[in-house]
């Protein structure tokens, strides 16, 4: 069952106007909210990113806190596996074509749940490959905005090439992958890249540098170059769908020594446990 604009609904019968603005425009946001044993993993940080990225394109929050808490619970519910990924989609709403904001229109809310695959330990055990490219998306990247196409296309240039992600280069400095947040280790130091307006500010980076905090991981929050992507000794990846991964190939280059290193195998290991910790809690 997905939730559409007050009703619940199998997917199959849920219609969206041609004329949403989201369509037409791709004039919205969203956001991807993973579920561990049927709770909604760091939700209240889902939920204020959600605000900045309405605040982010002038959008009026269509619920409160407490009222998206109780939609996305009965969205949880009504889906039959303990694990799943929320996804929660808000946008202008349905008015004829123009680009102006409409008047006196409701945004459009969808809310839907997919079964959460997280990557199998085979994958973790290799790492996946990722290449780079030129981060060509627009200067506000930390709106979690729904008009994905940048991400798409640099996406398909990965997969092109046999691989999982691409990392993203803007002016010698990288920002993130196309669907992830990338950190880079050099010296057995964790090296996060500054959340600013070139990056999405992920919840999962925010629980890396947390855990890097809580058990004296050495970190440094800056600007990485890419010379320093190209010979790091390991590369992380990121996301609330994927965990944390390492990037062990990096354009058809071994990363380090081309496995998964120690400072992938320590965080992996705390970030299990904490989710572990929170499902309890
Ligand atoms: N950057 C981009 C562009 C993304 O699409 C995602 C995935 N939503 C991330 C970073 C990671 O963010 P999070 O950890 O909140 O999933």
Redesign the pocket.
Known sequence: MIYLNGNFMPIEEARIPVLDRGFIFGDGVYE?IPVYSRKPFRLIE?LQ?LQHSLDGIRLQNPHSDDEWRSLLEQVVAENENDDQSLYLHVTRGVAKRDHAFPKGVAPTVFIMSNPLLTPPRELLATGAAAITANDNRWLR?DI?AIS?LP?VLLRQMAIDAGAMETVLLREGFMT??????IFVVRNDILLAPPKNHL???????DVVLELADAYQIPYEVREISEYEVRTAQEILL????KEIMPITRLDGKPVGDGKPGAMFEQLYRLYQDYKLTVMRG
């Open positions: 991807v889902h990113r990247c979690k994905l991400n993130e992958g196309a669907a992830s947040n990056m999405l500010p992920g919840i999962t980076y990121t996301s609330s769908t």
